[in-house]
């Protein structure tokens, strides 16, 4: 961990943490960088997903890539910054404000990514020692299944479990409640798995 905090966080800047966490994490990138590019609006192909892997049914990798090192970075920066000013009180509530943010941006109403890579962001940033679990669990279940939900909501789970094995408190009552948030909004998802109609790794849209 980074350190205890240069101020006392209490409840005013704990909600000013979450709300920057909000405004940083809110910030479409996946849209953005696929009209930079050209590419129209991601949001008509595939799941209609903001997010990394529908980017990537648009056939540029290159975009694909961007859009998860922005997506992640925007759960990393807030939650490492609020840890440093605020404590670890503070990156939690920032880091969970960034990952609200994802999913639900006010900018394009409210309909955002799943936030897998804001979670993995969020993860490096308060707890990297569950960044190589949650790699191990996500690229073992894509190699079994080429599903890029599955992987990701398998290696949530695997995640967490680890964080409370390890007794990491508050941090892992943080990412069972992300991981709950995000299988809510994987439930589209969660029913084409079951159906066998969800798309798989690399298909475009």
């Not at 892997?53 to 998860?68: D, H, W």
């Not at 409370?164 to 990412?175: K, M, P, T, W």
């Amino acid at each position: 961990m980074i350190g205890t905090g240069v101020w006392d966080a209490g409840p005013a800047g704990l909600f000013v943490a979450l709300l920057a966490g909000y405004a940083i994490g809110s910030v479409p990138f996946g849209l953005l960088l696929t009209r930079l590019a050209g590419l129209g609006d991601v949001r008509t192909i595939g799941s209609g997903n903001i997010g990394a892997t529908n980017v990537l049914r648009t056939g540029n990798k290159k975009i694909a890539a961007a859009t998860l090192l922005c997506d992640a970075l925007k759960g990393t920066i807030p939650a490492v910054l609020a840890h440093y000013l605020l404590g670890l009180d503070g990156g939690i509530a920032a880091g969970f404000g960034a990952f609200l943010g994802h999913l639900f941006p006010v900018w394009i109403g409210f309909r955002g990514g799943k936030g897998v890579a804001t979670y993995i962001g969020v993860l490096l940033g308060l707890a990297p020692l569950g960044v190589p679990v949650f790699a191990v669990f996500w690229l073992g279940t894509a190699k079994l299944s080429r599903y890029s939900s599955l992987s990701a909501l398998v290696a949530m789970v695997a995640t967490t479990l680890f964080l409370f094995i390890v007794d990491r408190g508050s941090l892992a009552l943080l990412f069972a409640v992300m991981t709950a948030i995000s299988f809510f909004k994987h439930r589209t998802n969660i029913t084409r798995l079951v159906s066998g109609t969800e798309g798989r790794i690399g298909e475009k849209g």
